[in-house]
């Protein structure tokens, strides 16, 4: 009788998980169907599914903190934007050119702030944020300061541009659903192992031979490569590109829809970058209320589902066993 219960319960958490991506997939095809405003929304929440995902990567899996990573999303937009529009670059090389520059960036601050832990980490990553946010603002000869820069081109190889949004959108798609395998992958695979070896307990991690000061760069190396795509992807959607972009409130963002979806896990940053985006727009009828019933959604959702939407099968699943 338990196992059968057990097995019910199961059923009962695959159909929440397989609800979830059916909200989700409608969500997207009435989107894509309708066109408008929405589609702007939704290409938005799939760039910072790209951002949320790597920094997922670093705090979920491998257990650590970081309010620094708009800076390494910056560093990746900033290329782009000067490198198309200054020097007449192709984006994808661009691109490229910024991913390399954020990796370079994290592995010449992550060494010596990787060795700090707790809220000495959170302080020292959100110096990192805050010092490149003021070197955007600072060195207008390049950046352009406040003024930011406009006329960044679309993205695209050659004489063929991704013009449309909705061409943009399945693109975004595309890009936001490798960024999940990818995490997936490394999940599963040694590497990820041992980042979680290293998040349960760093002591017990070096007792099994694990090099965990290694590890903690590779994370945090692997998770700014993610945000520098964001930030390229980014600027070459809205074709422009300011500091304020990359400020606090993009920590804060991500933040929300890290936990909100689910830290730790696959699917969470997907799911926490959706609602987010979503939820605002949803509460714009309350209008002068807007803020307050957005506020109070999210604490509803931290309190029924403390480790986020995610975990929304998983509780199914207790509460079946419990009720059995």
Partial sequence: MNSFNTIWAKGRGDRATWLLWGLAAAFVAYTFATGGYLIAV???????????TGLNIFMGFTGQVSF???????????SSAVLTTTYGWEPLPACLLGLAGALACALV????????RG???AMATLAIGLIVYEVAVQWQSVTQ??????????I?????????????LVFLMIVAA???????????????RAFVAAAGSEDAARALGIDVARYKLTAFMISAAYAAIAGSLFVHAVGFVSPEVFGLPMVVMSFTMLYVGGIGTIAGPALGAIIISVLPESFRTFKDYQDLA????????????????ASLPELSARWRRRSA
């Fill in 109 to 116: 601050v992550g060494y010596p702030v990787l060795r700090l």
């Fill in 294 to 309: 957005y506020g109070a959604a999210l604490i509803v959702i931290l309190i029924y589902a403390p480790r986020g939407l």
């Fill in 42 to 52: 939704l290409q938005f929440a799939l760039i910072y599914t790209v951002l949320v």
């Fill in 178 to 192: 490798l960024a999940m395998l990818s995490a997936a992958g490394i999940r599963r695979s040694r590497l990820g």
């Fill in 156 to 168: 695209g190889i050659g004489s063929f541009t991704i013009a449309s949004d909705r061409a943009l």
């Fill in 119 to 121: 809220h000495y980490l």
């Fill in 68 to 78: 620094g990573h708009n800076a390494f999303a910056a560093i990746g937009g900033y």
């Fill in 145 to 154: 300061g406040y003024m930011g820069i406009s006329g960044i081109p679309p």
